[in-house]
Structures are given as C-alpha cells and as structure tokens.
C-alpha cells in the first residue's frame, strides 16, 4: 500500500527516487516547477530533454503523458516530466490531470522507484483551482495500483499545503 505524505516546501530540495516536472510540452524547461527543477537539476537533464526531443518527441510530450530522464544535480535518481492540462471552466479535462499522476506513476514503476515526490500539477500558471487539483491528485493517486511505497506531494506555499491537508483528512 502507498503512503501518502505531505510537505511544504521546495520540491527541488527534496531527496527521492523520483522527482515528478510539472512540465511544458517542449521539455525544454519554462517557468515555475519546471523552471526550478531545470535550474537546480543542471544542463545533463536538458541534455537527456533534448534527446527525447530528437527521438520519440519531436513534437513535445503530450498533455497528461510522462516520460523520465536523468535527474542531474537533484537529490534523486530520476525526474519524471509530465504536461499537466491548462485549467478552462469551458471543458472538463479532469481526465487529463488525472493521467499526469497515473503516467507518472507507471513510469515510476518501470524506472523502480520506490519513493516519488509530486508537485500540484496544473495548479500553478496552468491556473487549475487548488481545491479541485488537491482532490484530482489524491484520489488519482489513492485509487493507483503502483509499486511505488510513498507519494510525497511537495507543496509550495500554505495554501497549497492546506488545499491537499484537507483532501488526506
């Protein structure tokens, strides 16, 4: 069974086998999450970014799809991007952030990995509501069948932290 864990802080700083991007299409990196774990990681993750690019992405990574790469500097083995959906009240793509946590844990099966800390996918510039994020992510993750023993979701800031410490309760 996974455990499932908060913290609140930096997801850069955290020490996992597997660090989940909230990433962009390109994987080139971007802003937020993304920006943070490009800038912290070093080149040797933009490196494997641009390998992918060249090989089986050459049009980007599909939203609510993931692939992994090396970790770089981070304190852990991999990194998992993953593209979350941008928010819109004109269509429900819940399906959609749904996958990035399911994808995102498959691949952390096939990779081995025990421990993967995940951000609030979408809930940043991606402009998914909080509330609804917090309740996408845990029962994604509740409902997942994974090898994977804990889920860690790193949150940046109070609000966030309250929004995923009211869907665990």
Do not use: K
């Not at 996992?16 to 990196?29: E, H, P, R």
């Not at 970790?71 to 979350?84: E, K, M, P, Y």
């Not at 029962?139 to 609000?159: G, I, M, P």
């Amino acid at each position: 069974m996974t455990t499932l864990t908060l913290v609140r802080g930096d997801i850069t700083r955290q020490s996992a086998d597997a660090i989940v991007n909230a990433a962009n299409s390109s994987l080139l990196g971007g802003g937020g999450v993304d920006g943070a774990i490009h800038r912290r990681g070093g080149p040797a993750i933009l490196e494997d970014c641009r390998r992918l690019r060249a090989s089986h992405y050459g049009r980007g990574l599909p939203t609510g799809q993931a692939v992994a790469t090396t970790a770089g500097d981070l304190d852990a083995r991999w990194v998992i991007h993953t593209v979350g959906p941008r928010f819109t009240p004109e269509a429900d793509r819940s399906e959609l952030l749904a996958s990035c946590y399911r994808e995102s844990l498959r691949v952390a099966d096939e990779l081995g990995a025990r421990t993967v800390a995940f951000p609030a996918v979408s809930a940043g510039i991606y402009g998914w509501p909080l509330e609804d994020a917090a309740r996408i992510a845990v029962e994604t993750v509740r409902a997942a069948e994974t090898s994977v023993e804990e889920v860690r979701f790193v949150l940046f800031d109070e609000r966030a932290y309250e929004a995923f410490a009211a869907r665990l309760r």
